[in-house]
């Protein structure tokens, strides 16, 4: 699918706020590709926004809210029983084991047959290899760069011989902001880390390994190895590159994890 600057630009919005998704947002960021102009006003959005959201207070909640929810709820009547299961609770003890038995073996199916959102992503932008908002060889000019932007301070990686920056960009995880990082590592490798805060959705990965004391979970898929874990600060973490598996997990635990 063919889009127009047109067409773009009534996509643009959704694609800024993180909620433009599946062959849309895959016309959409193929376009960027080809389009400077589009390029250059998905980037003002997205800086724009993040810029308000940075600087904006959180309201608070009016005084007393609290304690009128509570009081509402424990003055209202309790719902009368609609369900056989509500009379006879016993009777549906087995059936009600059985349905969550199938039902946490179909969860477990999907997470092993969907990758999480923020790695299909990662890999995906990986692949794209679009534009970056900031260029720089230095690692913490970039990550000071991202100050304002997001709402998570990013550590820059530690300087190694082997490492330089090439860059940065904004993206949008679902109705999370978050940073994208690209690293040019030893032999001409490129790796990208994209950082966002969580959503609680589980971790998935085809091995796991324990690094620098963080239980990570790694896994190949469509030629790009990736490396992902969550910090208890509430940040999930995924390093993309066409490096193999092991040598991923190694930088990430000597260049990245072991300096922080």
């Given at each position: 699918?063919t889009?127009?600057?047109?067409?773009?630009d009534?996509?643009?919005?959704?694609?800024?706020?993180?909620?433009?998704?599946?062959?849309?947002?895959?016309a959409?960021?193929?376009?960027?590709?080809?389009?400077?102009?589009?390029?250059?006003?998905?980037?003002?959005?997205?800086?724009f926004?993040?810029?308000?959201?940075?600087?904006?207070?959180?309201?608070?909640l009016?005084?007393?809210?609290?304690?009128?929810?509570?009081s509402?709820l424990?003055?209202?009547?309790?719902?009368k029983?609609r369900?056989?299961w509500q009379s006879h609770?016993?009777a549906?003890?087995?059936a009600?084991?059985?349905?969550?038995?199938l039902?946490?073996?179909?969860?477990?199916?999907?997470?092993?047959?969907?990758?999480?959102?923020?790695?299909e992503?990662?890999?995906?932008?990986?692949?794209?290899?679009?534009p970056?908002?900031?260029?720089?060889?230095?690692?913490?000019?970039?990550?000071d760069?991202?100050r304002?932007?997001?709402?998570?301070?990013l550590?820059?990686?530690a300087?190694d011989?082997?490492?330089?920056?090439q860059?940065?960009?904004?993206?949008n995880?679902?109705?999370?902001?978050?940073?994208?990082?690209?690293?040019q590592?030893p032999?001409g490798?490129?790796?990208?880390?994209?950082?966002?805060?969580?959503?609680?959705?589980?971790?998935?990965?085809?091995?796991?390994?324990v690094?620098h004391?963080?239980?990570?979970?790694?896994?190949?898929?469509?030629?790009?190895?990736?490396?992902?874990?969550?910090?208890?600060?509430g940040?999930?973490?995924?390093f993309a590159?066409?490096?193999?598996?092991?040598?991923?997990?190694?930088?990430v635990?000597t260049?990245?994890?072991n300096?922080?």
């Amino acid at each position: 699918m063919t889009m127009s600057c047109a067409e773009a630009d009534t996509f643009l919005h959704a694609y800024v706020d993180g909620e433009l998704a599946g062959a849309d947002r895959q016309a959409f960021e193929a376009h960027l590709r080809a389009c400077e102009p589009c390029t250059q006003a998905s980037r003002f959005q997205a800086r724009f926004k993040a810029a308000i959201r940075g600087h904006l207070p959180r309201p608070a909640l009016p005084v007393g809210l609290r304690a009128r929810i509570e009081s509402a709820l424990a003055a209202a009547p309790a719902p009368k029983r609609r369900w056989p299961w509500q009379s006879h609770p016993r009777a549906f003890t087995i059936a009600a084991a059985a349905a969550a038995a199938l039902l946490l073996f179909a969860g477990n199916l999907q997470r092993t047959t969907r990758p999480p959102v923020l790695l299909e992503q990662a890999v995906s932008t990986f692949h794209h290899d679009l534009p970056l908002d900031v260029l720089s060889e230095s690692c913490a000019k970039v990550s000071d760069w991202f100050r304002g932007k997001v709402d998570f301070a990013l550590r820059p990686a530690a300087l190694d011989p082997g490492t330089r920056c090439q860059g940065g960009r904004l993206v949008n995880v679902r109705d999370r902001l978050g940073a994208y990082v690209v690293y040019q590592v030893p032999a001409g490798h490129r790796l990208g880390v994209m950082v966002a805060p969580s959503d609680s959705e589980p971790l998935a990965g085809t091995r796991q390994r324990v690094l620098h004391g963080r239980q990570v979970f790694m896994d190949h898929q469509r030629g790009v190895s990736t490396v992902t874990f969550r910090e208890p600060s509430g940040l999930d973490y995924v390093f993309a590159a066409d490096l193999d598996e092991d040598a991923l997990a190694n930088w990430v635990e000597t260049v990245y994890l072991n300096h922080r």
